[in-house]
């Protein structure tokens, strides 16, 4: 009898543990992703004040995504997919929303399209896996204020734990290479209020030394790792000049690759099909009410001349240009017959002597699009070289910076065109009809889809 009722007990005893084992299991999983998304929380709100709560890191971005299971030297890695398509939704011409009329519609340039051929575009967001930017941003993380930027500075400033002055830029002007951006930010530099940072007009940070880059990856070279210290050191304005003017003055960063170029991400992120995060997303997360101007032209003329300047010595003229686009355009469709546009656009296998992608700025405009909104603001080569005056007036206006137009007028007479096409360059003429031709072929669709996107006509180049 003492043995039954012993075996019943020990039976009890025995179930009731595995009960509380399972139980236990399953809470510490619970309040383990409860701490991940708590961490995420509490890293956010360093970067909001009290009265402008801003989410840094979006629902959609981070909740209800799809897993797969890749396999990662021997090792099972669980990330979210990254494999999206663009999905593009036909309206009729009474519901499309119509295409803008702006002053730059009057610029002579082909356009094969009519308003009723465009519909509207509307790209699926991007599935961003945005914890592998925080674990790369630690030391960003850990110097930005907990209680959000001083309120009477137009560039975002604070002091941080040390006493430290530090400041970071107000506005950025992205990109994109050989679009003029040199010239843009020198007109720019004009007003008073725009100020140049003290490590100069091109810091790197953002696209290369925050993560540091191998010899050979571009044209420069390797560069070693920085800080983000280091970097806001190089930012912060070191004269009376500018306290003066806190509420006034844009620290005005333009490094020309800041839109487009993610260098390591293939190296670093193994597992994903495209970049899990973009310097969009890193800059927003750091300063999410930063101002972006991207500067594009047409891609045709943009890649002959950031072919004949970045020659690193090469003989370049239009025959080798010819051959190297040829087989750029052959390699990049190959690309597209595996992968779709987004991871080709972003490939480090793209040529770094004939930068075909870059053209492509439907690719790398949406995520700034999806994450700044009404704080981007794109402008064509085009309309600025031809109508620069009331152009530089509608970047002030978006940088929130009054202007007076006779003066303004009065310097652009008595100014010159920075950074345009070295002599040695033009000396090589144009680029062969041929090649035009089939650089045309090749953008018109890409063309067509940030036209759509950004339901203007004037990126009909």
Same mark, same amino acid.
């Given at each position: 009898?003492?043995?039954?009722?012993?075996?019943?007990?020990?039976?009890?005893?025995?179930?009731?543990?595995?009960?509380?084992?399972?139980?236990?299991?399953?809470?510490?999983?619970?309040?383990?992703?409860?701490?991940?998304?708590?961490?995420?929380?509490?890293?956010?709100?360093?970067?909001?004040?009290?009265?402008?709560?801003?989410?840094?890191?979006?629902?959609?971005?981070?909740?209800?995504?799809?897993?797969?299971?890749?396999?990662?030297?021997?090792?099972?890695?669980?990330?979210?997919?990254?494999?999206?398509?663009?999905?593009?939704?036909?309206?009729?011409?009474?519901?499309?929303?119509?295409?803008?009329?702006?002053?730059?519609?009057?610029?002579?340039?082909?356009?094969?399209? =009519?308003?009723?051929?465009?519909?509207?575009?509307?790209?699926?967001?991007?599935?961003?896996?945005?914890?592998?930017?925080?674990?790369?941003?630690?030391?960003?993380?850990?110097?930005?204020?907990?209680?959000?930027?001083? /309120?009477?500075? @137009?560039?975002?400033?604070?002091?941080?734990?040390?006493?430290?002055?530090?400041?970071?830029?107000?506005?950025?002007?992205?990109?994109?290479?050989?679009?003029?951006?040199?010239?843009?930010?020198?007109?720019?530099? *004009?007003? /008073?209020?725009?100020?140049?940072?003290?490590?100069?007009? !091109?810091?790197?940070?953002?696209?290369?030394?925050?993560?540091?880059?191998?010899?050979?990856?571009?044209?420069?070279?390797?560069?070693?790792?920085?800080?983000?210290?280091?970097?806001?050191?190089?930012? =912060?304005?070191?004269?009376?000049?500018?306290?003066?003017?806190?509420?006034?003055?844009?620290?005005?960063?333009?490094?020309?690759?800041?839109?487009?170029?993610?260098?390591?991400?293939? %190296?670093?992120?193994? *597992?994903? @099909?495209?970049?899990?995060?973009?310097?969009?997303?890193?800059?927003?997360?750091?300063?999410? #009410?930063?101002?972006?101007?991207?500067?594009? $032209?047409?891609? =045709? !003329?943009?890649?002959?001349?950031?072919?004949?300047?970045?020659?690193?010595?090469?003989?370049?003229?239009?025959?080798?240009?010819? #051959?190297?686009?040829?087989?750029?355009?052959?390699?990049?469709?190959?690309?597209?017959?595996?992968?779709?546009?987004? %991871?080709?656009?972003?490939?480090?296998?793209?040529?770094?002597?004939?930068?075909?992608?870059?053209?492509?700025?439907?690719?790398?405009?949406?995520? *700034?699009? !999806?994450?700044?909104?009404?704080?981007?603001?794109?402008?064509?080569?085009?309309?600025?070289?031809?109508?620069?005056?009331?152009?530089?007036? $509608?970047?002030?206006?978006?940088?929130?910076?009054?202007?007076?137009?006779?003066?303004?007028? =009065?310097?652009?007479?008595?100014?010159?065109?920075?950074?345009? $096409?070295?002599?040695?360059?033009?000396?090589?003429?144009?680029?062969?009809?041929?090649?035009?031709?089939?650089?045309?072929?090749?953008?018109?669709?890409?063309?067509?889809?940030?036209?759509?996107?950004?339901?203007?006509? @004037?990126?009909?180049?």
């Amino acid at each position: 009898m003492l043995s039954r009722i012993f075996t019943s007990h020990y039976s009890t005893r025995v179930g009731i543990l595995i009960l509380v084992i399972i139980s236990t299991l399953a809470y510490y999983n619970l309040l383990q992703k409860s701490n991940e998304s708590s961490c995420l929380m509490q890293v956010d709100s360093r970067q909001t004040t009290p009265e402008n709560k801003t989410e840094i890191v979006s629902e959609n971005r981070t909740e209800n995504l799809p897993v797969v299971n890749l396999t990662v030297e021997e090792k099972t890695v669980t990330e979210p997919s990254l494999d999206l398509e663009p999905v593009v939704q036909t309206q009729s011409p009474a519901t499309s929303k119509p295409l803008s009329d702006n002053i730059s519609d009057n610029i002579s340039t082909t356009k094969n399209l =009519t308003h009723s051929d465009l519909p509207v575009l509307e790209l699926k967001p991007q599935e961003k896996y945005l914890p592998a930017m925080i674990k790369e941003s630690n030391d960003i993380i850990s110097l930005l204020p907990n209680q959000g930027f001083l /309120p009477d500075y @137009k560039s975002f400033c604070w002091n941080d734990q040390k006493g430290t002055f530090r400041c970071l830029p107000g506005a950025y002007i992205a990109g994109v290479l050989k679009c003029g951006t040199t010239d843009l930010y020198a007109k720019l530099e *004009w007003h /008073p209020d725009i100020l140049r940072p003290p490590a100069g007009k !091109e810091n790197m940070y953002w696209p290369r030394s925050r993560v540091g880059r191998k010899a050979g990856l571009m044209q420069a070279g390797h560069r070693p790792k920085e800080t983000f210290e280091v970097y806001t050191d190089r930012m =912060t304005p070191d004269d009376m000049k500018f306290k003066s003017n806190k509420n006034r003055a844009v620290i005005l960063d333009g490094t020309p690759v800041l839109l487009e170029e993610h260098i390591g991400w293939e %190296s670093r992120f193994p *597992w994903a @099909k495209k970049p899990p995060y973009t310097n969009a997303d890193l800059l927003h997360f750091v300063s999410p #009410r930063a101002k972006i101007i991207a500067m594009v $032209r047409d891609p =045709t !003329e943009r890649l002959w001349s950031d072919y004949l300047y970045f020659r690193n010595g090469e003989i370049r003229n239009p025959e080798t240009f010819d #051959r190297a686009v040829e087989e750029e355009i052959t390699r990049f469709q190959s690309c597209l017959q595996g992968a779709d546009l987004r %991871s080709c656009c972003f490939s480090e296998q793209n040529s770094v002597k004939v930068q075909l992608s870059l053209g492509i700025y439907v690719c790398f405009i949406q995520d *700034w699009v !999806e994450n700044f909104g009404d704080n981007l603001l794109v402008i064509t080569l085009e309309e600025y070289s031809q109508y620069m005056a009331v152009t530089l007036k $509608r970047v002030f206006e978006f940088l929130e910076i009054g202007v007076d137009m006779k003066e303004l007028e =009065t310097f652009l007479q008595n100014s010159q065109t920075e950074n345009s $096409r070295r002599e040695k360059d033009l000396l090589q003429g144009e680029m062969m009809e041929r090649t035009k031709r089939s650089l045309r072929a090749f953008y018109q669709p890409y063309n067509v889809m940030l036209a759509q996107y950004l339901q203007d006509k @004037k990126y009909l180049f």
